[in-house]
């Protein structure tokens, strides 16, 4: 079985849920309509957690849910549109383990180019990048993309490019976009897997377990099992009228929550959304109240399904980023002494999701860092280098119903809301599967020219439109569809 499986240790206790503001990577808003989409994005490993506040409800924004949430989605159509049920969607980071401590990189040997060949993000062939570097007990952080700005704007960060009207933005006219990093504190080793540790070991240790254990006790402590998802542990209660109740998840899990509308004829109960879920609040629907129940279960934050996969060659080929020139120092951190490919993969388990991939050579081991992963690679006239990812397998995507010519969509050929996907802009279909790839949750991809929609809800229908290609990750079982079933796999 080529399983590559990803373990981690677990803590005894649970850890309390922390909870900050996203940050705003790029919009875009329609042209001659009131309708708005914010990209958002979640620092140090946290999560995005997302609700709607629907037409019906009172003129509520996302701030009154409280200071840590943000819209990403807006239509201002509830009144004259009579399809449109959603008038906001709010979301704010949620992560199990406070954010590090961070401080502000140095920066030095500032350089600006007016060329394709040094600026092949820029329409215009014009950017700038900068040194950053970090004081001793500090590491850079991954790249941060931030559209329509020349500057981070977020304090102990600072830029390392400035591209001037990026390819990478979204919006009726192409924005400049800056990449930004912080240095973060040194934590130590991770305690979930030490840098000797193999694949080969994780796969022995998994193997004894089944599929509906929760935790594996080994000798070197309990161990996630394959479970994407658990049931919350209920903590507390706060009644008034509605009750509210405080859920944990174990260490490696976060929050999943599905809301039930007021509105609902024949409402559903949480045992009828699906296994796992326990009821987190409830109300009366009375006036003011938007959902009648608040239900969540505990879904991992790294895949049972995730995977390795070459980049390249194998024993020819070094990683690289959007193309073969691109090899930022920013993008990557090397280990030396390092003698077998097998190390150099768990040490970059040890720092996953941020850690997106490896290059490899006797001695040397590159941890890739950029958040869009690894897309490109480059064969060198020297051989030993192995370039390899790892998260959401691009090559576990195969087409739905035949893939060219159809779009993706949730569980009808015409369920197709926002909140199932998230935009990031992409040149091929190849840098959108790597995009699938590096993301934090894949469930499948849909791409047209310059678009690619990473999809974080289950692609179960599609519906024919030119131009488009749908794609599903598919590690064991061929999923059910509506439409076409015979024709999944042509």
């Given at each position: 079985?080529?399983?590559?499986?990803?373990?981690?240790?677990?803590?005894?206790?649970?850890?309390?849920?922390?909870?900050?503001?996203?940050?705003?990577?790029d919009?875009?808003?329609?042209?001659?309509?009131?309708?708005?989409?914010?990209?958002?994005?979640?620092?140090?490993?946290?999560?995005?957690?997302?609700?709607?506040?629907?037409?019906?409800?009172?003129?509520?924004?996302?701030?009154?849910?409280?200071?840590?949430?943000?819209?990403?989605?807006?239509?201002?159509?509830?009144?004259?549109?009579?399809d449109?049920?959603?008038?906001?969607?709010?979301?704010?980071?949620?992560?199990?383990?406070?954010?590090?401590?961070?401080?502000?990189?140095?920066?030095?040997?500032?350089?600006?180019?007016?060329?394709?060949?040094?600026?092949?993000?820029?329409y215009d062939?014009?950017c700038?990048?900068?040194?950053?570097?970090?004081?001793a007990?500090?590491?850079?952080?991954?790249?941060?993309?931030?559209?329509?700005?020349?500057?981070?704007g977020?304090?102990?960060?600072?830029?390392?490019?400035?591209?001037?009207?990026?390819?990478?933005?979204?919006?009726?006219?192409?924005?400049?976009?800056?990449?930004?990093?912080?240095?973060?504190?040194?934590?130590?080793?991770?305690?979930?897997?030490?840098?000797?540790?193999?694949?080969?070991?994780?796969?022995?240790?998994?193997?004894?377990?089944?599929?509906?254990?929760?935790?594996?006790?080994?000798?070197?402590?309990?161990v996630v099992?394959?479970?994407?998802?658990?049931?919350?542990?209920?903590?507390?209660?706060e009644?008034?009228?509605?009750?509210?109740?405080?859920?944990?998840?174990?260490?490696?899990?976060?929050?999943?929550?599905?809301?039930?509308?007021?509105?609902?004829?024949?409402?559903?109960?949480?045992?009828?959304?699906?296994?796992?879920?326990?009821?987190?609040?409830?109300?009366?629907?009375?006036?003011?109240?938007?959902?009648?129940?608040?239900?969540?279960r505990?879904?991992?934050?790294?895949?049972?399904?995730?995977?390795?996969?070459?980049?390249?060659?194998?024993?020819?080929?070094?990683?690289?980023?959007?193309?073969?020139?691109?090899?930022?120092?920013?993008?990557?951190?090397?280990?030396?002494?390092?003698?077998?490919i097998?190390?150099?993969?768990?040490?970059?388990?040890?720092?996953?999701?941020?850690?997106?991939?490896?290059?490899?050579?006797?001695?040397?081991?590159?941890?890739?860092?950029?958040?869009?992963?690894?897309?490109?690679?480059?064969?060198?006239?020297?051989?030993?280098?192995?370039?390899?990812?790892?998260?959401?397998?691009?090559?576990?995507?195969?087409?739905?119903?035949?893939?060219?010519?159809?779009?993706?969509?949730?569980?009808?050929?015409?369920?197709?809301?926002?909140?199932?996907?998230?935009?990031?802009?992409?040149?091929?279909?190849?840098?959108?599967?790597?995009?699938?790839?590096?993301?934090?949750?894949?469930?499948?991809?849909?791409?047209?020219?310059?678009?690619?929609?990473?999809?974080?809800?289950?692609?179960?229908?599609?519906?024919?439109?030119?131009?488009?290609?749908?794609?599903?990750y598919?590690?064991?079982?061929?999923?059910?569809?509506?439409?076409?079933?015979?024709t999944?796999?042509?």
């Open positions: 079985m080529a399983r590559s499986l990803l373990l981690q240790l677990l803590p005894l206790a649970t850890l309390a849920d922390f909870h900050v503001l996203p940050v705003e990577t919009s875009y808003c329609a042209r001659g309509y009131a309708i708005c989409r914010y990209s958002l994005t979640c620092l140090y490993g946290y999560s995005l957690e997302c609700k709607g506040i629907s037409c019906d409800a009172p003129e509520e924004t996302c701030e009154d849910f409280g200071p840590t949430w943000r819209k990403t989605d807006w239509n201002g159509h509830c009144d004259d549109w009579d449109v049920e959603r008038r906001y969607e709010c979301c704010e980071c949620v992560g199990s383990v406070a954010a590090p401590e961070i401080t502000s990189p140095s920066t030095s040997a500032v350089n600006c180019h007016d060329s394709w060949d040094e600026c092949p993000d820029s062939g014009s700038c990048s900068t040194r950053l570097s970090c004081p007990g500090y590491t850079l952080s991954e790249s941060l993309d931030l559209c329509g700005r020349t500057d981070c977020l304090e102990h960060y600072a830029v390392s490019q400035l591209n001037y009207m990026s390819m990478s933005c979204g919006g009726i006219f192409p924005g400049d976009q800056v990449q930004c990093h912080t240095c973060m504190k040194d934590e130590g080793p991770a305690s979930s897997v030490t840098a000797t540790t193999t694949l080969a070991h994780l796969t022995a240790i998994i193997s004894t377990a089944t599929l509906t254990s929760t935790l594996i006790t080994t000798t070197e402590g309990p099992a394959l479970t994407d998802y658990a049931s919350p542990t209920k903590v507390g209660e009644c008034d009228g509605p009750c509210a109740y405080s859920l944990t998840c174990p260490d490696g899990y976060g929050l999943d929550c599905h809301d039930v509308a007021c509105g609902e004829e024949e409402p559903k109960t949480c045992d009828a959304i699906g296994i796992y879920y326990e009821l987190k609040s409830w109300s009366h629907c009375q006036l003011g109240d938007v959902n009648r129940y608040e239900c969540c505990c879904a991992r934050s790294v895949p049972s399904g995730a995977d390795w996969e070459f980049v390249g060659t194998p024993g020819n080929g070094a990683c690289r980023g959007r193309n073969q020139t691109d090899n930022s120092a920013s993008y990557y951190t090397v280990h030396h002494g390092i003698t077998e097998e190390e150099c993969k768990a040490l970059c388990l040890q720092h996953f999701p941020s850690c997106k991939g490896i290059e490899w050579s006797y001695g040397r081991c590159e941890l890739w860092t950029r958040s869009e992963g690894i897309f490109a690679h480059v064969e060198l006239e020297t051989s030993g280098f192995s370039c390899m990812r790892f998260g959401w397998a691009a090559k576990h995507l195969m087409p739905v119903d035949g893939g060219t010519g159809r779009a993706c969509r949730g569980s009808t050929p015409t369920d197709n809301r926002a909140s199932y996907f998230v935009v990031v802009p992409t040149r091929s279909l190849e840098e959108c599967r790597a995009r699938c790839t590096a993301a934090p949750l894949c469930y499948g991809i849909e791409f047209s020219l310059g678009r690619c929609e990473i999809w974080v809800q289950p692609i179960q229908a599609t519906t024919s439109l030119d131009g488009f290609s749908c794609f599903v598919n590690y064991q079982d061929v999923p059910v569809f509506t439409e076409k079933p015979s999944l796999i042509p």
